[in-house]
């Protein structure tokens, strides 16, 4: 198995990267090559003077870098000497089996969408991230790949997601539920009415209705479907409430002796849903529909983050994510053909 990580891509690059690299190959590097596809001067470099071991990687000279700045088509159709055009051109070409990396979020997925491209019935790949709920962590997508999607779309994010649940996640029957905003199957906008029948009519998923964005952190379901915009906001309301939470239980603790004491009782509680909250200890969000794996790690990634993002990558080859999905969506068409032909006779 051989995994494509942009050494070049994210806040913290190239140390970061090299740092999660290394673990990675330590941890779980069995029957795994990883190839780094960066400068290659400043790579060798940056490991030489921070002591880190390139043992197991191969390192790849690529001169052009991918900044936050750039226009996401500009630089997937025109900076094909970077480290993300390219490790998804490689990916493409079968050099590599799955594509990591902290850059651009916009020009990975542009890039995904037209070098990698997506499996039959999708058009456009959902950025898909793995969510920490109350009961247990569910995957939200899309998480702002897509602004705008029409019902068909959220209809096969459905399938997608139910797919990674089982895959990835290990969930044997995942539970599918919509956002919106009641749980009666005639709330929300006309696109969101139409998704609802088409995922109560789907074979291939258990949908268990809408979800109110009150309950979405509960975790009593494994997979929650929503446009690009709505999961955006999902997602930075969650970090920022999370966040603000933590801070408050802190200024509490910290009030007096007799609250700091309380608080060594706790400390392990404590330290045990900052772990849980740590987007770090998931590593990625996976771009599901594209036709090879392709994980986008967080931006400010650290060295946990990347080397996670390579165990999630590692897990979507040895599951043949994208060829599970591939099937299931196809099996989904051939349902709706059906339905169809019944309709018209």
Same mark, same amino acid.
Do not use: W
């Given at each position: ?105 916009? !020009?990975?997925? @542009?890039?995904? +969408?037209?070098?990698?491209?997506? $499996?039959? =019935?999708?058009?456009? &790949? *959902?950025? %898909? ?26 209809? !096969?994010?459905? @399938?997608?997601? +139910?797919?990674?649940?089982?895959? $990835?996640? =290990?969930?044997?029957? &995942? *539970?599918? %539920? ?29 949908? @268990? ?9 509960? =975790? ?47 400390? =392990? ?77």
């Amino acid at each position: 198995m051989k995994i494509l990580v942009d050494a070049m891509g994210g806040d913290n690059a190239p140390l970061c990267v090299l740092q999660g690299a290394a673990d990675a190959v330590r941890e779980f590097g069995d029957g795994m090559e990883l190839v780094l596809l960066g400068q290659a001067d400043v790579i060798e470099k940056t490991a030489k003077e921070n002591n880190i071991s390139l043992d197991g990687m191969e390192v790849i000279d690529c001169r052009e870098v991918v900044s936050m700045h750039d226009d996401p088509v500009k630089a997937a159709r025109h900076k094909t000497d970077s480290s993300l055009v390219r490790g998804l051109t490689m990916l493409k070409n079968g050099e590599g089996d799955a594509f990591v990396s902290a850059g651009s979020t916009g !020009a990975l997925h @542009v890039g995904a +969408s037209l070098i990698v491209r997506t $499996v039959k =019935g999708v058009k456009r &790949p *959902a950025l %898909a991230t793995p969510m920490p709920g109350l009961a247990q962590n569910y995957l939200l997508l899309d998480c702002g790949a897509n602004v705008e999607c029409r019902a068909t779309t959220l209809n !096969a994010f459905a @399938v997608m997601g +139910s797919v990674y649940a089982k895959k $990835v996640m =290990g969930r044997p029957d &995942p *539970a599918v %539920a919509l956002v919106n905003n009641g749980a009666e199957d005639t709330k929300g906008t006309p696109i969101y009415r139409e998704a609802h029948g088409l995922m109560r009519e789907n074979p291939v998923i258990r949908f @268990v209705g809408n979800i109110e964005p009150r309950d979405i952190p509960a =975790g009593n379901v494994d997979v929650v479907v929503c446009d690009g915009f709505v999961g955006n906001v999902v997602l930075k309301l969650t970090e920022g409430v999370a966040k603000s939470l933590l801070g408050m239980l802190k200024d509490v603790f910290m009030h007096s002796i007799v609250t700091k004491l309380c608080y060594l009782g706790v400390k =392990g509680g404590l330290k045990g849903i900052k772990h849980k909250m740590d987007s770090e200890e998931v590593g990625g969000a996976p771009l599901l529909g594209t036709a090879k794996p392709v994980i986008k790690a967080h931006g400010s990634s650290k060295a946990k983050g990347i080397k996670n993002a390579i165990r999630q990558a590692r897990i979507c080859v040895e599951e043949d994510l994208c060829g599970t999905m591939s099937a299931a969506l196809a099996e989904l068409e051939t349902a709706d053909t059906t339905m169809k032909k019944g309709v018209e006779a």
